[in-house]
Each structure stands twice: as C-alpha cells, then as structure tokens.
C-alpha cells in the first residue's frame, strides 16, 4: 500500500466522485481510477460501490477510510515532528474548544503559544465532546478541552480533569422570571440545553429531580455560543451555562443572572487526548499553557473567594 493512494481514496470519499477528485488534486481522471483499482486489487475487496449516479464506498470501504483518515493524520504528525525537534517551530495543532475553554482559559494560553510558535498554525474547532469524540479517534483532532462527564467514555481516551466549574442561570434583561430565587419556580420555564451529553435530558432532568421537581420543558438545543446568545437576547427562553457566560463583556447589557438557591453543578473541565499517541512539541506545549491557564483560573477563584 502506497501513501498516494491513501490520499487519493480520502480525496475521492471528500469530494464524491473520482472526476471531483481528481480535478482537486490536479491529476488525471484515469490515474485516480488505476490507483483506486491497484488498492483493491491488493486489498482483495471491492471498496468502491459504482453506480451511473456516481461512487459510494461499500461497508468494507468506510471502515478502510476510518483507518486511512487516521494514516493521513499520522504522517502530517510524524513529518511536523520531526521539523519542530530539528528546531523549526512550524505546523500545525488541531484543537476542539468549549465556549467556556474559549472564555475562561484559551485567552490565557494563546499568548504563551503564539510567543513560543509563532510560525505554528492553530486551528480550533467548537464544540463539546460528544461531537468532538469521534474527531479524536480518527486523529483529526490532537485534543480536546471542556466539559466531559466522567469516567473516560472509551478506553482509548485519556481524560485528564483540570478545573471544577458552575453554573449559572441566564435570561434577557425584563424576563419575567428574572427574580425567581428557586428552581422551583422555573419549572414552567422553556430552556435551552447544551450537547454536552448525547441526551438532553441528562442535563437538567437530574437536577430537577433531586428536588422533587417535575422534567424542565427542553425546547431548544443549541450547538454554538451565538446560538445561545441569541436565543436568550430575543425569546423567553432560560439555560443553566457554565458561569464565564455571565461573565462576558457583550451579555452585560443584555442579560441577567437568576440567583436561585440551589447548587448547579457543570461538569469538570479537562483535557481530552487519544492514549498511546505522542504528542508533537506544539501539541505538548499547547496542553501545557492549557494547564497552566486553569491553575491561573484557580488562582483567581480562590483570590476572589479571600476577599
């Protein structure tokens, strides 16, 4: 098996066709097709389901790309390896981010990393860990940093926990609800959810629960900070977000806080990589300024807590 072909097969599956393909990677249409061809010759299997509409992959052919997205990620790695330990401090690190990573800790730590590798190009992908974890496995992603419920979800997973945090809860400025000090009387209420479980419901259905208090109404999820801001800014719904969201300099004007008494905990934030796969310098860096920005984030907490 040739690398070429690895990359020809990933660019076929990307762009749907061999003729995409092939116009992407300015090769000929029939050298994609001889080498696609040559692979499953030596794989013995049909990866390729030909029809007049176009080329799918067959069961045996998504698993193989599963394999060959994690080669492509692997050779990028090795190669930026090998130039940062020989002292050129360029490439890449491919990072997912939680909006409250983005508040609370990246601000703190792209300093030191732009500092240390400026030529290194950082590409960071939203979003929480159910979404993120299979970009993980594959290798597309060198790690994650959120909220992650625990124990580890697999067992190829290395869950490092870096700070405890809390929620708060968030509704537009004049909400009618705006002065509740209990869940209790939020239980009438629509509330926005985030995906930081595969179920909604997980999130707050527990918390009510403990209370004796009935399911809240789950009427929106949202996938995005500014899909939560907007939300909150022009409806009557509520969330229950970690408390940097209150925090922010641009919800000031247009949010308040609804001080209930009860407890609502978030899940911890930690650092997600894939296990037995090292680092690239860059990468290690990286978590490193990460763990240094929660301890920074600690610091402060306990800071603001003597006084």
Same mark, same amino acid.
């Given at each position: @098996?040739?690398?070429?072909?690895?990359?020809?097969?990933? #660019?076929?599956?990307?762009? &749907? /066709?061999?003729?995409?393909?092939?116009?992407?990677?300015?090769?000929?249409?029939?050298?994609?097709?001889?080498?696609?061809?040559?692979?499953?010759?030596?794989?013995? =299997?049909?990866?390729?389901?030909?029809?007049?509409?176009?080329?799918?992959?067959?069961?045996?052919?998504?698993?193989?790309?599963?394999?060959?997205?994690?080669?492509?990620?692997?050779?990028?790695?090795?190669?930026?390896?090998?130039?940062?330990?020989? &002292?050129?401090?360029?490439?890449?690190?491919?990072?997912?981010?939680?909006?409250?990573?983005?508040?609370? !800790?990246?601000?703190?730590?792209?300093?030191?990393?732009?500092?240390?590798?400026?030529?290194?190009? !950082?590409?960071?992908?939203?979003?929480?860990?159910?979404?993120?974890?299979?970009?993980?496995?594959?290798?597309?992603?060198?790690?994650?940093?959120?909220?992650? !419920?625990?124990?580890?979800? #697999?067992?190829?997973?290395?869950?490092?926990?870096?700070?405890?945090?809390?929620?708060?809860?968030?509704?537009?400025?004049?909400?009618?609800?705006?002065?509740?000090? /209990?869940? /209790?009387?939020? =239980?009438?209420?629509?509330?926005?959810?985030?995906?930081?479980?595969?179920?909604?419901?997980?999130?707050?259905?527990?918390?009510?629960?403990?209370?004796?208090?009935?399911?809240?109404?789950?009427?929106?999820?949202?996938?995005?900070?500014? @899909?939560?801001?907007?939300?909150?800014?022009?409806?009557? @719904? =509520?969330?229950?977000?970690?408390?940097?969201?209150?925090?922010?300099?641009?919800? &000031?004007?247009?949010?308040?806080?609804?001080?209930?008494?009860?407890?609502?905990?978030?899940?911890?934030?930690?650092?997600?990589?894939?296990?037995?796969?090292?680092?690239?310098?860059?990468?290690?860096?990286?978590?490193? @300024?990460?763990?240094?920005? #929660?301890?920074?984030?600690?610091?402060?907490?306990?800071?603001?807590?003597?006084?």
């Amino acid at each position: @098996m040739k690398l070429i072909q690895v990359r020809n097969l990933l #660019a076929i599956a990307e762009h &749907g /066709s061999v003729r995409a393909a092939a116009r992407h990677l300015g090769v000929a249409q029939s050298a994609l097709t001889r080498s696609m061809q040559e692979l499953e010759r030596e794989l013995d =299997v049909s990866l390729f389901d030909r029809e007049a509409k176009g080329i799918s992959l067959t069961p045996t052919g998504q698993r193989f790309l599963t394999r060959a997205q994690i080669i492509q990620n692997e050779v990028r790695r090795a190669q930026e390896e090998i130039e940062q330990l020989r &002292g050129s401090a360029t490439g890449s690190v491919y990072v997912g981010l939680s909006t409250v990573t983005q508040i609370a !800790l990246f601000p703190y730590a792209i300093k030191a990393f732009r500092a240390r590798y400026p030529e290194v190009v !950082l590409n960071v992908r939203d979003g929480l860990f159910p979404t993120i974890e299979p970009l993980l496995k594959n290798g597309t992603l060198d790690c994650y940093v959120g909220p992650i !419920l625990v124990p580890a979800p #697999a067992p190829d997973l290395l869950v490092e926990k870096l700070v405890d945090n809390t929620r708060a809860i968030l509704c537009r400025k004049g909400h009618p609800l705006a002065g509740a000090r /209990s869940l /209790s009387e939020l =239980v009438d209420a629509e509330w926005v959810t985030t995906s930081v479980t595969f179920k909604p419901e997980e999130e707050l259905g527990p918390l009510f629960a403990q209370y004796g208090l009935p399911k809240p109404k789950l009427v929106l999820r949202a996938h995005s900070a500014l @899909m939560f801001l907007t939300a909150l800014t022009t409806t009557d @719904m =509520v969330a229950a977000l970690p408390v940097q969201f209150a925090e922010l300099a641009m919800t &000031g004007a247009t949010l308040d806080i609804i001080k209930v008494k009860e407890p609502l905990p978030e899940p911890p934030v930690c650092l997600v990589r894939r296990s037995g796969l090292p680092p690239t310098p860059a990468v290690e860096y990286f978590c490193d @300024m990460i763990r240094r920005a #929660a301890v920074h984030l600690e610091n402060e907490r306990k800071t603001r807590s003597a006084v």
